[in-house]
């Protein structure tokens, strides 16, 4: 299969990169540096195709050096996202406008910037979207407050996700979105319940019986369904 990811420098993104390859798969890992990314040169495998692609920017991606863009795309998984401030600077009295537009600029308006862009190989390839977000964006599940731009931009990302499934249902592309779980990854500060390896393998368990759920279904890496 031709998968693209973004956000696939660290963390969960490199992650998903490692597995697809050791699957055989052809890999796009989007970055904003792709040539910064040393993680990647130990996965030595020349079935991984870098792309520079700012997803908060409307730029088109770039290949690098030899790569190109598959005429058909199976599998996309928006990963690339930000949490944006830490500590108090998403409470109630701190949070910005400034940090409001940041987060939801890269969390929610960042994955459509990717379909819109890759719609045609992705109509080619009759591809399953997943949508990356978090159960912090899950308003029946907030029970605790604060973090308003994660929240919001995570809650926004579920929107864009369920909408985009309607609309491309007709094309054969069918879109989730899904909760990785609190993974131990370098925006949590390496707290959480799961690593890395566990919330992947079980994603793409779910990537892979996609159309067991319905399009634009909330869905947890071990495949329960989450209420938005």
Same mark, same amino acid.
């Given at each position: 299969m031709n998968i693209v990811i973004t956000g696939a420098n660290r963390g969960l993104g490199l992650g998903l990169v490692a597995h697809y390859l050791a699957q055989g798969h052809e890999l796009w890992a989007?970055?904003?540096?792709?040539?910064?990314?040393?993680?990647w040169d130990a996965l030595a495998s020349s079935s991984l195709h870098p792309v520079r692609w700012d997803v908060a920017d409307d730029a088109p991606p770039q290949c690098m050096g030899s790569c190109t863009w598959p005429s058909a795309i199976h599998v996309?998984?928006?990963n690339? $996202? *930000?949490?944006?401030?830490?500590?108090?600077?998403q409470s109630l009295q701190n949070v910005s406008s400034k940090c409001?537009?940041?987060?939801?600029?890269?969390?929610a308006i960042g994955p459509l910037r990717v379909v819109q862009h890759l719609l045609p190989?992705?109509?080619e390839g009759d591809a399953t979207v997943a949508n990356i977000a978090s159960k912090m964006g899950s308003i029946s599940d907030n029970s605790s407050g604060g973090n308003y731009a994660y929240r919001a931009a995570k809650t926004a990302l579920m929107m864009v996700s369920k909408s985009m499934a309607v609309d491309l249902a007709d094309? $054969? *592309?069918h879109v989730i979105t899904l909760h990785p779980g609190w993974v131990k990854t370098d925006m949590t500060d390496h707290h959480g319940l799961i690593?890395?390896?566990?919330?992947?393998?079980?994603?793409?368990?779910?990537?892979?019986?996609?159309?067991?759920?319905?399009?634009g279904d909330f869905i947890a890496f071990d495949g329960t369904l989450i209420g938005f």
């Open positions: 989007c970055a904003r540096n792709p040539c910064e990314v040393t993680a996309l998984i928006n690339a $996202g *930000i949490y944006g401030p830490v500590g108090t600077g409001m537009l940041d987060v939801f600029n890269v969390d190989a992705l109509r094309s $054969g *592309i690593n890395v390896a566990t919330s992947v393998q079980g994603m793409s368990n779910v990537i892979s019986r996609a159309c067991d759920y319905l399009p």
